[in-house]
């Protein structure tokens, strides 16, 4: 089996995570429930996942709270932030994670726009900052789009926001672990990241980086491991927005994933998926019948190829490349919804090839290879 799905879970991972989520399982308790040595082992096994998440997103480790994946921690942060009355814009390239709770909110009271995107999917600072209102009270938008892997200029688009007083909401879920991110430098309020992806880590991990003194209401309470006869959720971060037993288990996987990529180093990591996808995309844009969708003129984008094959079902393509092929894809809409109407590709969907840096060129040339194959036939 060839894998380019890592854009919707990482397959390829290092032993590492493995084993440590199986010591994980072994010896740890619950992180700050008990003073005995199972508990201070989760304790201490958490904070330090913590750190290294601040040292990547440039917070402290109490900044980071700890969810289930990014769609929880999109959910908890919209949720906890807008309320009726107030107006937040966002951009066709947005991922049902962002967009359904901003529907739901909507509903309740809170007005929304949607920034277009031009003929290659990209969104504008401009573009975005012209549809701010009086009442705007914060921006949400993905870092890069998981449907063609153009990136947004996130620091340009806060750097607006802040200039009006608008928070910066980041939708860090197809590029924590492959693109530098710093909450003061990037003038973020709030990175939201999911751990199963480019982080490495086992599937069930997410979270997010808040900034110092931003209070969200949180969106679940109950025990904290502090201030029990409280009745309400301690105000204090992160136990503020985590109630109840965190994925213990999953979050030392997802330290060990964090630990390789330093290890090897993100921007080598990085260098190889984008030289992988770039050497996809010179080998299938002049096939005849091949459609390619995104901007690859700039260098600096999330490694993501996404195509159609003529008139065929994208679907209909992705079962032919692993019935025959045995290289996975993704096919349909991708959760991306207002990408497909940009894009006149409601119907058709797209075929999504997406590296990681475990892939080889080898079998790079194979999915060109199958690409052309099945285009001919």
Do not use: W
């Not at 904070?47 to 994946?69: D, H, W």
């Not at 701010?132 to 990136?151: I, K, Y």
């Not at 201030?227 to 985590?242: A, C, H, S, V, W």
């Not at 990408?339 to 006149?344: I, R, Y």
């Amino acid at each position: 089996m060839i894998y380019f799905d890592s854009a919707a879970t990482s397959y390829y991972r290092p032993e590492s995570v493995a084993l440590a989520v199986a010591e994980a399982i072994r010896h740890m308790g619950n992180s700050s429930r008990g003073m005995h040595g199972a508990s201070l082992d989760a304790s201490r096994t958490i904070y330090e996942v913590r750190e290294k998440l601040g040292t990547m997103f440039g917070c402290g480790p109490s900044q980071i709270a700890f969810t289930s994946n990014v769609t929880e921690s999109l959910n908890t942060v919209l949720g906890g932030l807008l309320r009726p009355g107030d107006h937040v814009v966002t951009t066709v390239l947005e991922h049902n994670s962002v967009l359904r709770p901003l529907y739901r909110l909507e509903q309740q009271g809170v007005e929304l726009s949607a920034a277009g995107c031009d003929a290659l999917g990209n969104v504008s600072a401009q573009d975005i900052e012209s549809l701010f209102q009086n009442n705007t009270r914060a921006v949400v938008c993905t870092h890069a789009s998981n449907l063609t892997g153009n990136l947004t200029d996130i620091r340009e688009i806060g750097r607006l926001a802040h200039e009006r007083g608008i928070l910066m909401i980041v939708d860090g879920a197809q590029t924590a672990g492959v693109f530098p991110v710093d909450l003061f430098k990037d003038h973020v309020d709030v990175f939201c990241f999911t751990g199963h992806k480019s982080l490495l880590g086992p599937q069930g991990t997410g979270g997010m980086a808040v900034r110092k003194g931003l209070l969200i209401s949180p969106l679940k309470t109950g025990g904290s491991g502090i201030k029990t006869f409280d009745r309400g959720q301690p105000e204090q971060m992160p136990e503020r927005l985590e109630a109840g037993t965190l994925n213990g288990h999953g979050i030392a996987g997802l330290g060990a994933g964090i630990d390789y990529i330093r290890s090897q180093g993100m921007e080598k990591l990085r260098q190889k998926e984008q030289h992988l996808a770039g050497m996809f995309y010179e080998g299938v844009r002049e096939i005849p019948g091949v459609t390619l969708y995104g901007d690859f003129s700039k260098e600096e984008r999330a490694p993501i190829v996404s195509l159609n094959i003529k008139e065929m079902v994208s679907g209909e393509v992705s079962y032919l490349l692993t019935e025959k092929y045995g290289i996975c894809t993704r096919s349909g809409g991708h959760c991306a919804p207002l990408m497909h109407e940009a894009f006149g590709t409601k119907e058709q969907g797209m075929v999504r090839f997406s590296f990681s840096s475990f892939n080889t060129g080898e079998q790079t040339e194979q999915a060109v290879e199958a690409v052309k194959e099945i285009a001919e036939s």
